[in-house]
Structure formats: structure tokens, C-alpha cells
């Protein structure tokens, strides 16, 4: 198996830490109104709904998912060693579905604030659960044979799509 770089750290606690700072970027830092060009007026007042109703959707699959891991909800993507797989619920739709639901979350702030940086912390947030989720299975598969069929049954991030 592939070491994994220094910055990283032993079970992926490098990860968590960029993971934060993106949290923080997108909630608190610079959204781009007044910035950059406004959204068009005729999208502003539907975005803002769209925004908010993707914002708590996305919050609430991340929770459902969470709590369908169970015990074996750890923040680091290095799973417990106590763990098992779970391809039930929400997993039988999306092998990251906490990650699908934060990147939802994400996208659902950035058209809530309306600004177009925040889109771009969103898209700088699914980046970085793509590359952490492709850490995370090389450590799954190394523990679950079967996690093999399971990545090619379900989708990565995006159900049916990606």
C-alpha cells in the first residue's frame, strides 16, 4: 500500500484540518458580492430559495448518513479498526453520502449568499472531498475485499452521476 505523504499524517488527519479551513472559507470568508458582477436580477430571488432548500437538504443527508455509520463515524478517513462496511440507506446510493451531503450544503450557501466566490469555495470544496474520498478507499479496500464490487455498483459523490 502507498505510503501516505507527511502532510497527510498517520490516519488522515491532515485531511480534517484542510477540510476546516475550507468550512471556514466558504461560511466566513469572502462570499464576492459587491466584488464581482451580481447575479442576474431575474435568478436572485429563485436561487435564494433553490440555495436554502439545498443547504438543509444537503445538511440533512449528512446527518442521516452519519447516524446510518453508526460506531463506525470517525472524522478521519482512515477508518476504526473495530469497523464494517455499510453499503445499506443512503450508502446503497452513494458510497460518500456525508460528503455528498456537505458538498450539497456547500453549493445550497453559495447560491443562498448569492456571491460568486462562495461558488467557487463550493467548487473548491467538492475538489477536495474527491481527492479525500479517493484517499479514504484506498484504506477501504485494503480492509474490505468486498468494497471492491461495492465501488463498482455505486456512484462516488453524486448518485447515478458521479
Given at each position: 500500500?502507498?505510503?501516505?505523504?507527511?502532510?497527510?499524517?498517520?490516519?488522515?488527519?491532515?485531511?480534517?484540518?484542510?477540510?476546516?479551513?475550507?468550512?471556514?472559507?466558504?461560511?466566513?470568508?469572502?462570499?464576492?458580492?459587491?466584488?464581482?458582477?451580481?447575479?442576474?436580477?431575474?435568478?436572485?430571488?429563485?436561487?435564494?430559495?433553490?440555495?436554502?432548500?439545498?443547504?438543509?437538504?444537503?445538511?440533512?443527508?449528512?446527518?442521516?448518513?452519519?447516524?446510518?455509520?453508526?460506531?463506525?463515524?470517525?472524522?478521519?478517513?482512515?477508518?476504526?479498526?473495530?469497523?464494517?462496511?455499510?453499503?445499506?440507506?443512503?450508502?446503497?446510493?452513494?458510497?460518500?453520502?456525508?460528503?455528498?451531503?456537505?458538498?450539497?450544503?456547500?453549493?445550497?450557501?453559495?447560491?443562498?449568499?448569492?456571491?460568486?466566490?462562495?461558488?467557487?469555495?463550493?467548487?473548491?470544496?467538492?475538489?477536495?472531498?474527491d481527492l479525500k474520498s479517493r484517499r479514504e478507499e484506498v484504506w477501504l479496500l485494503a480492509r474490505f475485499p468486498a468494497y471492491a464490487d461495492y465501488r463498482r455498483r455505486v456512484r462516488k459523490?453524486?448518485?447515478?452521476?458521479?
Amino acid at each position: 500500500m502507498k505510503r501516505a505523504a507527511w502532510w497527510e499524517g498517520q490516519r488522515g488527519e491532515g485531511y480534517v484540518v484542510i477540510q476546516g479551513l475550507l468550512f471556514g472559507l466558504l461560511l466566513f470568508g469572502p462570499t464576492g458580492e459587491g466584488t464581482l458582477p451580481p447575479w442576474p436580477a431575474p435568478l436572485a430571488g429563485p436561487a435564494k430559495a433553490f440555495g436554502l432548500a439545498l443547504l438543509v437538504a444537503g445538511l440533512v443527508c449528512a446527518v442521516a448518513a452519519a447516524i446510518g455509520l453508526g460506531r463506525n463515524l470517525t472524522p478521519l478517513p482512515h477508518p476504526r479498526d473495530d469497523c464494517e462496511l455499510v453499503e445499506s440507506g443512503l450508502y446503497g446510493w452513494v458510497r460518500h453520502p456525508i460528503y455528498c451531503g456537505l458538498i450539497c450544503a456547500g453549493f445550497g450557501w453559495a447560491f443562498f449568499v448569492q456571491g460568486w466566490l462562495a461558488l467557487g469555495w463550493a467548487c473548491l470544496l467538492f475538489a477536495f472531498f474527491d481527492l479525500k474520498s479517493r484517499r479514504e478507499e484506498v484504506w477501504l479496500l485494503a480492509r474490505f475485499p468486498a468494497y471492491a464490487d461495492y465501488r463498482r455498483r455505486v456512484r462516488k459523490l453524486i448518485p447515478l452521476i458521479y
